[in-house]
């Protein structure tokens, strides 16, 4: 068994609507300390295998098909066991 | 200037209809080893300041208030200089 994470954020240089949002609320909040925001996606999988490269390589190219989309986004995987 | 990470999760046993679709989606591409899968939120913020302390401290209020819905989800902060 092992646990994977995947974390998805986009390109730099995509805009992020929802982040702009966020960060006006912040400033309206008072903090204005805060200069850029950006939001991406967590995933956290649960994992049969015992095999961390194994569980890594599946697990990015699942992040190609389905978890990220490639144009967009970068993603980045974690494998703990 | 310093960045922080928040990665925010749903509470256990709090239900998560977008990890159960994408679950169900991976199986149907034939990734039948994962067992369960959750999703989350990621943000990153660029922050002006030079006290890690006090900069966690405010990402920690930020969450409570308004980046994280402590009821149901539970927050993480990361600060790196």
Chains 1, 2 share one sequence.
Not at 9 to 22: N, R, V, Y
């Amino acid at each position: 068994m092992a646990f994977a994470k995947v974390y998805v954020t986009l390109k730099e240089g995509i805009s992020d609507p929802q982040g702009l949002t966020i960060l006006r609320a912040l400033k309206s909040l008072g903090y204005d300390e805060v200069e850029d925001l950006r939001v991406g996606k967590y995933m956290e999988l649960k994992i049969s295998g015992d095999d961390p490269e194994a569980i890594s390589e599946r697990v990015k190219e699942m992040s190609e098909r389905l978890l990220a989309n490639p144009i967009i986004e970068d993603y980045r995987v974690e494998v703990e066991e």
